[in-house]
């Protein structure tokens, strides 16, 4: 069914966005000086000064800029599992038939490189306090798979997972962690920031994340020889030689210097655009005070997260039912009640953009034969007897409950007001 306003709440004359660009002036001046002295190459000032900006702000030795945080990952993976399972021949990966332990609810970016690298992602379930990937079911995973030696963690929608339990499991089972800080760059656990967790780590700088290059990633790591290989892997593996010689498999993941000046330029602004959107976050958990739905979780006395999403999840029996095929869903409306595919609608017909959390690996098509744990054990069996209603997994539950609401740091407090208030509409 489609979504019928009760009140009157005008469109936007403009799309309100999930998560927008935001561009300030320094970005144009860098960009501007790469085009007039015609650094507009793979290397450059740009690059190399917001390499070391990248390994103040987090306290990493090195940073390496690439292409994209998807290359950033896929370099970091193969690091590990080169340093884990020895060189491969040409045109095998570093992974070839192992499993790898890797976050369930998150964009496939997380997963996909295990994959480039032949590896077997096996999925670990989430936890509630934090939507990460979950200690305990980590825990359970090393008991069924004890010959994993790599875990693939996520920071979730820019709210740092629970580090100290994750880290510590990991090192009981000497095990490489690979921290993927894509969405939470700025967001810091105890004082120490996402992305100085993991022995390799990525951050991305695509257009919707917290700062932007228009694309763009980084790989983090403290070991220089690692940092140096990457670099190299970056560029086609050219071997220090007076011809193109070649001893391993290159890729072309280099940043532009031109990108690079973008995100020298949105540097400056990452604490301010933290600050905005952590301002939207607040004035969403006043404004929905009174329904029957809670935010995004997160602890204050542990973490200070980045905001990037704002995050709803609506309670057990204030859903109304809801059904998602692959590709379509349907919804029975109900008095009081509502599901995320509702207030999606809603939101459209004000020409406001949301999104369904990140539908659950396990679930996906793609990886559905996959091996998935819960904190209860293999997941799969009571994955297939789901039934409508009857999440059995906390990542299914979140999928089915939750959704991301506009988040864009330029969005204003009349524009919040009215999409308060068509979410509002929706529980009427
Ligand atoms: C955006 C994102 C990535 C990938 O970054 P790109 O720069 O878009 O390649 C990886 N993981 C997560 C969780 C992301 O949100």
């Not at 809801?322 to 207030?343: D, M």
Request: proline share 4%; charged share 25%; aromatic share 8%.
């Amino acid at each position: 069914m489609a979504f019928e306003q009760t009140g009157r709440i005008e469109p936007f004359d403009k799309k309100l966005w999930l998560a927008s660009p935001t561009m300030h002036g320094e970005e144009m001046t860098y960009v501007q000086e790469a085009y007039s002295t015609n650094w507009m190459s793979t290397v450059g000032e740009n690059i190399d000064q917001i390499e070391r900006i990248t390994c103040e702000k987090i306290g990493c030795g090195h940073a390496v800029a690439l292409s994209a945080g998807t290359a950033a990952l896929h370099l970091a993976v193969r690091l590990a599992g080169q340093e884990l399972y020895g060189q491969p021949q040409a045109g095998h990966g570093t992974l070839e038939g192992r499993r790898v332990f890797a976050s369930d609810m998150t964009f496939d970016a997380t997963v996909n490189p295990i994959c480039y690298e032949g590896g077997i992602p096996v999925f670990i379930d989430t936890e509630r306090d934090t939507w990460n990937m979950d200690p305990a079911a980590l825990r359970k995973a090393f008991e069924l798979y004890p010959e994993v030696k790599l875990v693939v963690m996520a920071h979730l929608y820019g709210t740092p997972g629970k580090m100290d339990e994750l880290v510590k499991i990991c090192e009981e089972h000497g095990a490489v962690l690979v921290e993927d800080a894509a969405e939470s760059l700025g967001a810091s656990y105890k004082g120490i920031q996402t992305g100085a967790f993991g022995k390799y780590s990525c951050i991305s700088f695509n257009g919707n994340k917290i700062i932007t290059g228009s694309a763009g990633g980084m790989l983090l790591t403290d070991s220089r020889e690692a940092a140096d290989r990457a670099r190299k892997w970056s560029t086609q593996s050219r071997e220090a030689a007076p011809w193109y010689q070649h001893e391993e498999l290159g890729y072309n993941y280099r940043m532009s210097n031109v990108i690079a000046g973008v995100v020298r330029g949105q540097y400056p602004h990452l604490e301010e655009h933290i600050a905005q959107k952590k301002a939207i976050y607040e004035r969403y958990k006043e404004g929905f005070r009174d329904l029957p739905v809670s935010m995004n979780p997160y602890d204050a006395d542990v973490c200070e997260p980045n905001f990037w999403l704002s995050c709803l999840l609506i309670d057990q029996d204030a859903m109304c039912r809801q059904v998602r095929g692959e590709t379509e869903a349907c919804y029975v409306k109900e008095k009081g009640k509502s599901c995320p595919t509702e207030i999606l609608e809603a939101l459209l017909s004000i020409r406001a953009e949301g999104r369904p959390i990140w539908k659950p690996m396990h679930m996906q098509p793609i990886y559905r034969t996959h091996g998935f744990v819960t904190e209860m054990g293999s997941g799969r069996a009571m994955t297939n007897a789901y039934i409508e209603g009857a999440c059995v997994d906390v990542g299914m539950d979140i999928f089915q409950r939750g959704l991301c609401l506009p988040s864009d740091n330029k969005m204003t407090a009349g524009q919040q007001d009215r999409v308060i208030e068509i979410v509002k509409q929706c529980f009427a």
